[in-house]
């Protein structure tokens, strides 16, 4: 969905380093989400964003950390990669409650390598 | 614990054939769900939803059935198109709560 962009779409970095994705969205929605996604195992959720105040820890926390540094903007960032973080990560955002729905918006993914 | 799961990993279908992708959930409490597709490369993308009030709601060339006895979720589609071809995935709201689990999902396959 263009209304949802991630930046950079690939990156290969090495053990230790710190590595910061990007998440940026013109949807004017509220809630913002980071995911993981490993072959087989589906979406887990990292970390959620309700407004620029609220952050809260996802079912895999340990290891990221992010910032929403506005309304439309959802940073995550990886303090010392390891090579299990190997992934693709996908940044979501919903306009819940207003829609009334959970319906999650996907951005395009960036492909993560660690070695 | 609770769990969103499929029942098949994979699927194929011949082209201009009727698709059905079925989504086992196990919370009673489940209120929301949705049907996503995803392309290669690309994140998902939402087709259908359906809350636990309903037990059909259609879309273009898609219907999700939903059986709240047996807990049980599936995705029609009319008339398989080659652009059809992607991993679905199911997605659970559960009672209330505004995170979503999603499960595993479906690769399927449109055989020309």
């Known amino acids: 969905d263009a209304d949802v962009t991630q930046t950079p779409r690939n990156r290969i970095t090495k053990t230790g380093k710190r590595i910061m994705l990007e998440c940026s969205q013109t949807k004017g929605h509220d809630r913002m989400y980071w995911y993981r996604q490993d072959p087989g195992l589906g979406l887990q959720l990292i970390y959620y964003?309700?407004?620029?105040?609220?952050?809260n820890k996802g079912e895999i926390s340990d290891g990221y950390s992010v910032s929403r540094q506005a309304q439309a903007k959802f940073s995550l960032s990886l303090e010392s990669a390891i090579p299990n973080q190997t992934a693709l990560y996908f940044c979501a955002t919903s306009d819940w409650p207003r829609e009334r729905t959970d319906t999650q918006y996907f951005g395009p993914g960036t492909r993560l390598t660690v070695l | 614990g609770e769990s969103v799961g499929l029942h098949l990993p994979t699927l194929s279908v011949q082209e201009g054939d009727n698709s059905i992708i079925n989504c086992a959930y196990s919370?009673?409490?489940?209120?929301?769900f949705i049907w996503y597709k995803q392309e290669s490369g690309k994140g998902p993308q939402f087709i259908i939803d359906i809350r636990s009030n309903m037990d059909k709601r259609q879309g273009q060339r898609v219907t999700v059935l939903l059986n709240k006895t047996v807990k049980h979720l599936s995705l029609q589609i009319a008339a398989t198109q080659p652009g059809d071809s992607a991993v679905y995935f199911c997605?659970?709201?559960?009672?209330?709560?505004?995170?979503?689990?999603f499960g595993t999902g479906t690769r399927l396959t449109i055989i020309p």
């Open positions: 997605a659970e709201n559960m009672g209330g709560n505004e995170k979503l689990t």
């Open positions: 964003s309700f407004d620029v105040k609220d952050i």
């Open positions: 919370n009673s409490a489940s209120d929301y």
